[in-house]
């Protein structure tokens, strides 16, 4: 945290002032282990091992927050009797299609209460529409929908039954002991007991523990079940939704949280509402239908109204309840549209433009040659950014033009490279980690033609429209029937002709028309219970409805923490409703009193009858805690006075997630894709799951039970330095920046370098089946050689900021990496791979591809049938699919 | 000019003449909650206009700026400081490592391993030797006791280089075209912002308060509470440098929290002003002086038969 978020980082150090602990889990030592109080190193990829032996810790010796736990998660929900678990099925859960490689999950459900023994079949998907929710990255969409529950689960609140949650939990993690972490992690029991010490004597009533990771926490091929692990300690130690825990995810860049909140990724709409597909979403009313799933608890039963002011926002007076609201103007998707996909459409031809703001891929994102290679085979590229980074000049000087494989002259693709301008040159708003809005001013114009994006997207639109103006083709009725209107500023800035219409768009507007508003009066709505599905409302992204409550930019709010309460509730805004700490209702206990004095958040006042506290409570404000939801009701009504994690079908925290997730409602322990050693647990080596694009250009290299994976010995990770901004092109290119690391370089363990010869500051390159690429090597005893299996375990590092523009230049990391994905958010496995190290300087010219070949050849990839993904025994492949075919039936049969 | 005034104890800045002067202000660098996040660097290249030092890779851990110099006016030292060996607990020099440290310690025996960093600067002594040297009153003491350049003053014949004890101010020397390429420069304690009643450009980029900056009485106190809670907490080699008004160049306006040896980050353990023995060098020299006069009287006299 301390390296790539140094200015959060202040307030751990006054965390620490006042007494803290702070505890550092990480492969190697770092500028936030040098101020922490406790490192502890841990081979990279093995975290949900680590995590897992806390789990069993916490769970084996009674350690839960028991009130919490029962009243406030999934703990006590009975799952269905044909789940079988990881254990029995050789690293599989129940209902795996090994020729899909994705999970039916319908005996993961919970047994519901009318017909015990009965599984919901609420969204029990079988793994052809799995396969379809894993191209689609459907677990972002369910990000913020969580699971439906269809009817009411069985419950046992003594937690003794042996098919409640809180026991398959128990059982699942029973083998993650000190031991098998020591054994897997190269962690020492030792320091293992005293991360677990640490973190249950501080959470419980009167204390609570806030878990911290960077996104590189995020880019594994279970990195989806990282976090799920991270959630079920802290669920199990009640730090959710209190204030002083959670988990926090810090972000990679300024506003990352905004752009998935209004997405810039293919799979969502703002808000989180799903985009469409043509099969499942022929109309509006189906679309609806599969957000909300009548019969389900909770905040998406409003989905409808959302979904209308959304097309409102979209197609102003063009959208009306005779057409869908213009629902059939959405664009639908149709399967993976991710943007590794997407980049190897390319290679093979099938792209023809692309558009790249304020991202460098040939530089920052995983296997760089591939980016690189799709983007020379484009017909056109646009580049915004600051300054002519490698991915404008990648057909130029690229590394492929040094092998020949980019002519310059012969590269078809055209490069329109825009200017644009910084964010200290126009005005807008960051959303950060905490979901909080922080409006901020333009302070200076921006230099010669540089402009911002939104000035880029208006005008582009603008022109786009006037182009088409007499179109009579119905393709264009989508852009000619948009509400395309914006008041500019500063009109006339940009040259002479049509000074008028060059304007800036005032970011003020836009965000006004994010939130919401009535549109008869063009009124701001103050919050998204207002918003209807008559098409009387229109609103960008329903969740930012309250951002310009009483017309007022909220975000721009400034009152200073020492004038107001420790929530600091008017500094910018937070969405959803201002609320600093979501599902903060489980602050207090189930009869709404505070746990402790000590953390009293939101709590629950007799004499007015509703929700009081320091935040904006998490619940609607007038429910008493001792509500009950009437037979046979659903949506709101639903959610009961001790049910806080109302976006939950059943207002329960999930320990254990029945649907979602495409691969298992647990996480567990799968190696890493690239790994020098066999699965300790199961014959499942890595997730069975995961996304995987094997073809030529993308070869990865062997891990067991695979032979030769000692070609690649060594386990490498990536991550940031301080003084760089993550592809460069904000640090490299200045000099007061590139000047304090200026040069790429390999950390290695003296051990290593005694191993492999390699000399302080002399030159060694890192070879993998993609690339080589090499750096001055830099022998620290921050890194440290682990015992992981009885073998030492070498871990490299590497920084991945350079690139071959800027004032200092050189290889970049990412060319190391092959594409492999999590299955649930295709997020890729950009942090941990395999590698060799060998001294001096890497061949240049065709002779780099020739070396990279050779180590290919000698680890057997390409002439031997592709490497096996799933590695469970054959009995455990077929017993794990006859659970599925088993259910099946029976649905059939009822 | 007091009898003191080239050594001990004494404020700055009305030893200089300013009657009514601000308190004085300086530095309190707490390096046990320095992150090494190099902000201060930028921010003071950043305020000041120093152009860049060398885009060049040294291998002192993840320090590439080199040391204080006149384009460098803020430095990051960072030590990676290896696990005392066990067996002989008694002789770690506590020197940095530099290069490749080789160490024998099985794993679980060295926990110990430190990463040290701190933020060098301009001592702005109490009694600066740079000043006292300077020919053309290029350097002078400011109202807030500090040492400042002017640079339209500055000759660049580089007396107050060697005089530094510190080797803080130097001549710059690149890159080619810079204006003042030739001309002494260093830390202002950014000048230009006190006087507008702002904080120094490092302090208020420090992330972590590692870089405090205030009254230095203040600071004193600070520091020594800073120490004894450390020394509460277990970190017995948390001390303090520069905050004694009696050492060698009378204590220093920029004090530091170490947690080491002042030689470990590069800092002399018992720094003095270079003109502290001026005076005594001029009773002797004229001491000197006057018993060849007397000698060469006497010459004379004793020629008398």
């Known amino acids: ?158 937690l003794q039954h042996p098919r409640c949650v809180y026991q398959v939990l128990r059982r699942h993690f029973a083998r993650y002991t000190p031991e098998v972490v020591e054994q897997t992690c190269g962690v020492s029991q030792a320091d293992f007991l005293e991360v677990c010490r640490a973190w249950t004597e501080n ?67 703002p808000g989180y509402l799903p985009m469409p597909n043509p099969d499942q979403h022929a109309t509006l009313g189906d679309y609806v239908d599969s957000i909300r799933n009548p019969g389900s608890k909770g905040f998406w039963s409003k989905a409808d109204a959302y979904t209308v002011s959304l097309l409102k926002a979209y197609w102003g007076e063009a959208a009306t309840p005779d057409n869908d609201f213009c629902f059939d103007y959405l664009p639908k998707i149709t399967g993976d549209h991710g943007t590794y996909r997407t980049v190897l459409d390319m290679i093979d031809g099938k792209v023809s433009g692309y558009f790249l703001l304020g991202q460098n891929p040939a530089v920052g994102s995983a296997h760089g040659r591939a980016q690189r290679l799709g983007m020379a085979n484009l017909d056109w590229l646009v580049v915004r950014d600051l300054f002519e980074i490698e991915s404008a000049s990648f057909w130029k000087d690229a590394p492929e033009v040094a092998t020949g494989e980019i002519v310059p002259e012969e590269c078809a693709t055209e490069v329109f490279l ?109 919050s998204f219970v207002e918003m ?65 004095e000590r953390k009293a958040y939101v709590w629950w006042d007799e004499e007015q009858q509703q929700w009081v506290g320091d ?41 254990y997630v029945p649907q979602g997730l495409i691969d298992g409602p647990m996480p567990t322990h799968y190696e890493p894709v690239e790994s020098p050693f066999r699965n300790p647990l199961y014959g499942q080596q890595a997730n069975p799951t995961r996304m995987d694009y094997r073809r030529d250009d993308n070869p990865m290299n062997p891990a067991p039970p695979e032979e ?149 050849r000698r680890a057997g990839i390409g002439d031997q049938l592709p490497a096996r993904i799933v590695t469970a025994s054959a009995d455990a492949q077929a017993r794990s699919l006859a659970a599925a075919e088993t259910s099946d039936d029976d649905q059939e049969g009822q | 000019m007091g009898p003191n005034s080239l050594f001990g104890p004494l404020d700055p800045a009305s030893d200089a003449g300013y009657t009514d002067a601000p308190k004085r202000k300086g530095f309190f660098t707490d390096t046990s909650v320095c992150i090494g996040c190099k902000a201060c660097e930028v921010a003071c290249k950043e305020w000041n206009d120093v152009p860049e030092n060398a885009f060049e890779m040294l291998g002192t851990s993840y320090d590439n700026s080199h040391s204080l110099n006149a384009n460098q006016w803020r430095h990051v030292a960072f030590i990676e400081k290896p696990a005392a060996k066990p067996s002989a607990p008694s002789v770690d020099l506590g020197m940095p490592a530099v290069g490749a440290p080789v160490s024998d310690v099985p794993q679980d025996e060295k926990p110990d391993f430190q990463w040290l960093m701190s933020s060098d600067v301009c001592k702005h002594c109490t009694h600066a030797a740079c000043l006292d040297v300077c020919p053309t009153g290029s350097l002078f003491r400011s109202e807030f006791g500090t040492v400042v350049v002017q640079d ?75 120490v004894e809670l450390l020394h509460e907490r277990g970190v017995m080699d948390a001390r303090l440098y520069g905050n004694d008004p009696d050492d060698g160049v009378g204590g220093t306006g920029a004090m530091f929290l170490l947690l080491d040896e002042p030689e470990v980050y590069g800092l002399p353990p018992d720094p003095v002003v270079t003109t502290k023995d001026l005076p005594r060098m001029f009773t002797r020299a004229g001491m000197a002086g006057t018993a060849l006069l007397i000698g060469a009287a006497l010459s004379f006299v004793r020629r008398r038969p």
């Not at chain 2, 280089?161 to 420069?185: S, W």
Request: aromatic share 8%.
């Open chain 1, 1 to 158: 945290m301390a390296e790539a978020h140094p200015v959060g980082f202040q307030w751990v150090v006054e965390a620490q002032n006042r007494g803290a602990k702070v505890i550092h889990v990480d492969p190697r030592f770092t500028r936030t282990s040098a101020v922490a109080d406790k490192h502890v190193p841990i081979r990279v990829g093995s975290d949900i091992a680590f995590l897992g032996g806390i789990i069993s810790y916490v769970l084996e010796n009674g350690l839960d927050f028991r009130d919490y736990v029962v009243n406030y998660t999934n703990a006590a929900t009975i799952v269905s009797d044909r789940f079988e678990d990881t254990d029995d099925l050789d690293g599989l859960f129940s209902g795996f299609d090994p020729d899909k490689r994705t999970y039916d999950p319908t005996s993961w459900q919970y047994d519901v209460e009318d017909e015990p023994g009965q599984q919901s079949a609420a969204q029990a998907d079988d793994s052809e529409e799995t396969q379809e929710q894993r191209d689609s990255a459907a677990g972002m969409q369910h990000e913020a929908h969580g699971m439906q529950v269809e009817g009411k689960p069985r419950r046992d609140e003594t």
């Open chain 1, 708 to 856: 030769h994976s000692d070609v690649f010995p060594f386990v490498f990770t990536t991550s940031r330095l301080t003084e760089h901004h993550t592809a460069g092109g904000m640090s490299r290119y200045l000099e007061h920046l590139a000047e304090l690391q200026p040069e790429m370089f390999v950390e290695v363990s003296p051990t290593l370098a005694r191993e492999r010869g390699l000399e302080h500051m002399g030159w060694c390159h890192v070879v993998t089946a993609r690339s080589a690429v090499e750096g001055r090597v830099l022998v620290t005893e921050r890194l440290r050689p682990l015992r992981v299996e009885g073998r030492t375990v070498h871990q490299v590092w590497m920084p991945y900021h350079w690139g071959g523009g800027g004032l200092v230049t050189g290889d970049s990391a990412n060319d190391l990496f092959g594409i492999t994905l999590d299955p649930n958010v295709l997020i890729q496995e950009s942090k941990v791979g395999t590698c060799d190290v060998r001294p001096g300087r890497r061949p240049t010219g065709p002779a780099l591809r020739e070396l990279v070949a050779d180590y290919g």
């Open chain 1, 615 to 655: 935040d904006v409570p998490d619940f609607e404000k007038t429910k008493p805690p001792s509500y009950r939801a009437p037979e046979g009701s659903d949506g709101i009504e639903a959610i009961e006075g001790i049910d806080p994690f109302i976006m939950q079908g059943d207002g329960k925290g999930a320990l």
């Open chain 1, 203 to 269: 959470s419980g009533r009167e204390r609570t523990t806030a878990l911290v990771y960077s996104v590189g926490w995020t880019q594994h091929s279970v990195g989806v079940q990282y976090i799920r692990t991270g959630a079920i300690l802290q669920l199990l130690l009640g730090n959710m939704g209190r204030p002083g825990g959670g988990i926090m995810a810090l972000r990679g860049h300024a506003s990352i949280q905004g752009s998935t909140d209004i997405p810039t990724l293919f799979n969502i709409l």
């Open chain 2, 152 to 226: 339209d003053i500055c000759n660049g014949c580089g007396y107050c280089v060697a005089a530094c004890p510190y080797g803080v101010i130097d001549r710059r020397r690149g890159p080619e075209g810079d204006p003042k390429v030739g001309i002494a420069q260093k830390c202002t304690l950014c000048y230009d912002r006190l006087t507008d009643g702002q904080r120094p450009a490092c302090a208020a980029a420090c992330p972590t308060e590692s870089i405090q900056y205030g009254d230095v009485d203040e600071l004193r106190e600070r520091a020594t509470a800073r």
């Open chain 1, 532 to 596: 209807k599905a008559d098409g009387s409302t229109a609103g960008g992204c329903w969740i930012y409805t309250g951002v310009f409550a009483d017309g007022v930019n909220q975000a721009n709010r400034r009152k200073s923490r020492h004038d107001q309460s420790f929530v600091a509730p008017e500094w910018g805004w937070a969405w959803p409703m201002n609320r600093r700490i979501l599902y903060n209702r489980a602050s207090a206990d189930p009869d709404g009193k505070p746990w402790s």
């Open chain 1, 418 to 526: 825009f200017p644009a301008a910084s964010y200290a040159e126009k005005e807008g708003t960051f959303t950060q980690t905490q979901r909080m809005l922080q409006w901020r001013e333009k302070a200076v114009d921006p230099p010669g033609d540089c402009r911002s994006e939104l000035w880029f997207f208006y005008h582009l639109g603008r022109m786009v429209r006037e182009r088409l103006a007499d179109s009579t083709d119905d393709r264009d009725r989508p852009l000619l029937d948009l509400a395309w209107d914006y008041p500019v500023h500063d009109e006339g800035a940009l040259g002479s002709e049509g000074a008028q219409a060059w304007g800036e768009p005032s970011a003020e507007a836009v965000l006004k028309e994010i939130n919401g508003y009535d549109v008869a009066t063009g009124r701001p709505l103050s």
